[in-house]
């Protein structure tokens, strides 16, 4: 038994602990909540805001948090300190968080890649697994400490199964208040290590409160212990030491560079790297530009031959990355009149005018020129103009955000907003020597999507492979002395291109080797809900920086839902086959559908969040909105279902109505985003379509947390070892979120896209409810090793 110093009154102090376990509860979710979070900001730093680097983060979280659940969690049955141990692994939480940050921002120089080099899965994997390894290991133990402590304060008629749903509902309403206060209040005003130390300091509170119910020596060393970790944290945030902190390890992260800016937006990170007069400039550690010297061959060409190959253009738009060169390159054409640029955060464009030169002021300070801090796609819905070209200012659909410029639904929508000889203008990267497999495909895939929407596209080859789509033939007809024509007509000051060069770049025998070099590319087409092109590039991207996993990608090229189909029937048929050979087995029905629930779950959430980004063209600051509505279904399902359980009769028919709701779920929540996608114009529906998101989120965990306190009182029917039944129904669930953040993240999502997605969670849990239903009956239970067939 955990020791208490008693008052008097054992009811009454139950009670007072009771409060204090609340408050325990709550914070120790709130705190978790908002490491996670700014944990996974830092990471995506380091991994380029990468969304595959998403789903492995959040899985791994889980992972290691189910662990700490089971393994260390589940001993508490044996402890007769629950409480000191508790405190125990508080204070080793609140010293391994900070740590967890440092090694973060270290982790490049650790794993030995360089600054702006990128990671493939295989390094984004195993580096995130380190860093979260310890805060979460001891954040997943301490939940288990708080439900064992729940049972152990709790009236006669709430211990059990009752303590670990509360126990389990009020962690999650701290997760809920931790993702909205880190999304609107944290982030705007204070620095990573001023709010985990922040974080530290309610952690160490919490303990305090729980500290005075020992035996009074043990009391005052817990007492002393913990007053004087606190006032070193309280002491570090008066005394600017999480300050000092932040900018030597933003040094430690880029060295050899002098980072004048680093700065988190509600839209992500972004820092200004100086160097001899020069500014780079990065959005998640991704270079966006540099002023005031752009590169030369890479803006000059993708502006002046596209500006060249139109007759007389007049208004032109760009989305991202105009700033920097690209707008000044626009303006030296004379007929143009108007340029709309948009650029999503407004922190980058600010910055832009803090750290200015005479190239940005001239070029975003001219009259012709207008800024909107909005999504580009977003921007075209709404806009009244018609252009006679759109650039895409990015060069890769490298994530879920950028891959939505390259989609034919946002090829179809940029062809409205053309004028009758209007053309788009994307880049992707190219070679002049040889295009391997996966460039293939990643320019082949782009291709097709053009093409299914534009009647002439023509390719202009090169280390960036330039793409000019129209309606008009024109297009098509370029040549070098076209261009050097109008270049001469214009009067053009440029510094790249001469006749002699668009004479070797525009030579006809680079399109006919590049033609060539295609035979054999993908014939998909890129769709905003089956992004293949962000598959492609997410292929391409690990050949170069993870090129063992080459053959993996191109397996997944085919793997198509006929194939998991029968690997998940076979599975299923596999644990069948056992469990008729193992009575015992039967027991472990229950384990297997919260790990399908889990699995859902996580799904649900990733796939929430994709659809969220394709729809809106951000994500960043919501992921918190989205993981919180969740998060809120949870606590309140839990809630509910804990109120129920003295008043439920038929477990288990309960439990198989519940697993029919979530493969009900699954199947009409792609039909539902399917529904609303095409009316996004209307600005009513803009905005209802998101709170519409947040309803979905909460559906999703609210029929994920309906089913834990009832697995736990199913199961605890049987093994009444509360601290073993929270820790393996926990761990369930969290193992399976694990397997769903990862298949989600790395083959569901960018392979299946949104349906094909669905379609497989549908399955899994169709797995569940079989495996459920054919559990044998006795009386009405589930067979256990304490009953024995009739």
């Given at each position: 038994m955990a020791s208490r110093h008693f008052t008097g009154d054992p009811l009454l102090e139950d009670l007072e602990m009771n409060k204090r376990l609340i408050f325990v509860a709550l914070a120790t979710g709130f705190s978790g909540m908002v490491i996670q979070l700014l944990l996974l900001r830092e990471m995506l730093v380091v991994f380029h805001g990468n969304d595959l680097a998403i789903g492995i983060i959040f899985a791994n979280w889980l992972a290691i948090e189910a662990f700490g659940a089971f393994f260390i969690g589940k001993r508490i049955e044996y402890s007769r300190r629950r409480l000191g141990w508790f405190i125990a692994l508080s204070i080793l939480f609140v010293l391994f968080a900070p740590a967890a940050l440092f090694l973060a921002r270290i982790m490049r120089d650790l794993v030995g890649v360089l600054p702006g080099m990128g990671m493939g899965a295989?390094?984004?994997?195993?580096?995130?697994?380190?860093?979260?390894?310890?805060?979460?290991?001891?954040?997943?133990?301490?939940?288990?400490?708080?439900?064992?402590?729940?049972s152990q304060f709790a009236q006669k008629d709430q211990k059990g199964a009752s303590s670990i749903g509360r126990a389990y509902a009020w962690e999650t309403i701290g997760h809920i208040a931790g993702a909205a206060v880190f999304t609107f209040l944290m982030i705007p005003l204070f620095h990573s290590f001023t709010i985990v130390f922040g974080?530290?300091?309610?952690?160490?509170?919490?303990?305090?409160?729980?500290s005075t119910f020992q035996n009074k020596a043990v009391k005052r060393k817990a007492l002393a212990m913990l007053m004087a970790i606190l006032l070193i944290f309280v002491y570090l945030i008066a005394s600017d030491g999480d300050e000092r902190l932040h900018y030597k390890t933003i040094a430690l992260q880029w060295p050899?560079?002098?980072?004048?800016?680093?700065?988190?937006?509600?839209?992500?990170?972004?820092?200004?790297?100086e160097r001899e007069g020069e500014f780079t400039f990065l959005a998640d550690g991704i270079p966006i530009f540099t002023i005031p010297t752009p590169d030369i061959?890479?803006?000059?060409?993708?502006?002046?031959?596209?500006?060249?190959?139109?007759?007389?253009?007049?208004?032109?738009?760009?989305?991202?990355?105009?700033?920097?060169g690209k707008i000044s390159e626009i303006l030296k054409h004379p007929t143009v009149t108007r340029v709309d640029y948009?650029?999503?955060?407004?922190l980058l464009i600010d910055l832009v005018h803090k750290f200015h030169t005479p190239l940005t002021k001239a070029e975003l300070g001219d009259p012709r020129v207008s800024t909107f801090h909005v999504d580009g796609r977003r921007f075209l819905e709404v806009t009244p103009y018609k252009y006679d070209l759109i650039f895409v200012g990015i060069a890769n659909p490298e994530n879920m955000q950028v891959n939505r410029l390259f989609t034919a639904e946002f090829a179809s929508l940029a062809k409205e907003r053309l004028r009758e000889d209007g053309i788009l203008v994307i880049s992707l990267p190219g070679s002049l020597t040889y295009l391997s497999h996966e460039l293939r495909n990643l320019n082949g895939v782009i291709i097709n999507t053009l093409e299914s929407i534009f009647p002439y596209v023509h390719i202009i080859p090169g280390y960036q492979n330039i793409f000019l789509a129209s309606t008009t033939p024109d297009v098509t007809m370029i040549n070098a002395a076209l261009l050097y024509e109008r270049?001469?007509?214009?009067?053009?000051?440029?510094?790249?291109?001469?006749?002699p060069y668009l004479e070797v770049r525009l030579a006809p025998r680079w399109l006919d080797w590049f033609s060539a070099s295609m035979y054999g590319a993908t014939e998909e087409i890129n769709r905003d809900f089956r992004p293949k092109g962000f598959f492609y590039s997410l292929a391409y991207w690990n050949a170069m920086f993870s090129p063992y996993l080459?053959?993996?990608?191109?397996?997944?090229?085919?793997?198509?839902?006929?194939?998991?189909?029968?690997?998940?029937?076979?599975?299923?048929?596999i644990l069948l086959a056992l469990k008729w050979k193992a009575v015992r087995l039967h027991r472990l029905s229950i384990p297997y559908s919260i790990a399908a629930t889990g699995f859902a779950g996580m799904t649900f959430d990733l796939l929430l969040i994709f659809a969220f980004q394709v729809l809106f063209g951000f994500v960043f600051h919501w992921i918190g909105l989205l993981l919180a509505a969740f998060m809120g279904g949870v606590a309140g399902g839990g809630l509910v279902m804990t109120s129920l359980l003295p008043r439920i009769k038929n477990d288990r028919a309960l439990f198989m109505k519940l697993e029919i709701a979530v493969i009900l779920f699954a199947a009409l929540l792609p039909m539902i985003i399917l529904a609303v996608a095409p009316h996004l114009g209307n600005a009513v529906v803009f905005v209802l379509t998101q709170l519409l998101f947040l309803l979905l989120a909460f559906i999703a965990g609210a029929l994920i947390g309906l089913k834990f306190p009832l697995a736990s009182k199913m199961y605890l029917s049987h093994s009444p070892n509360v601290s073993r039944t929270a820790g393996l129904i926990y761990g369930a669930d969290l193992l399976g979120g694990w397997g769903g953040g990862i298949a989600a993240a790395v083959v569901l999502l960018p392979v299946l896209g949104l349906v094909g997605t669905s379609a497989?969670?549908?399955?899994i849990k169709a797995s569940s409810l079989i495996i459920l239903t054919t559990s044998a009956k006795v009386d009405g239970k589930l067979v256990t090793p304490y009953h024995s067939h009739s």
């Open positions: 295989v390094t984004i994997f195993y580096s995130s697994f380190l860093v979260l390894l310890l805060p979460s290991l001891l954040h997943g133990a301490l939940f288990i400490f708080t439900c064992k402590l729940c974080m530290c300091v309610l952690t160490i509170t919490a303990s305090i409160a729980l050899g560079q002098e980072v004048v800016h680093h700065q988190h937006s509600l839209y992500g990170n972004v820092a200004v790297i061959v890479r803006v000059e060409e993708f502006i002046h031959f596209a500006m060249l190959a139109h007759p007389r253009p007049k208004n032109v738009a760009i989305l991202v990355g105009g700033a920097g948009t650029e999503i955060d407004p270049l001469e007509d214009r009067q053009l000051e440029v510094r790249l291109i001469t006749r080459s053959d993996f990608f191109v397996w997944l090229e085919d793997l198509g839902l006929w194939s998991l189909a029968i690997v998940i029937a076979s599975w299923t048929a497989v969670v549908v399955m």
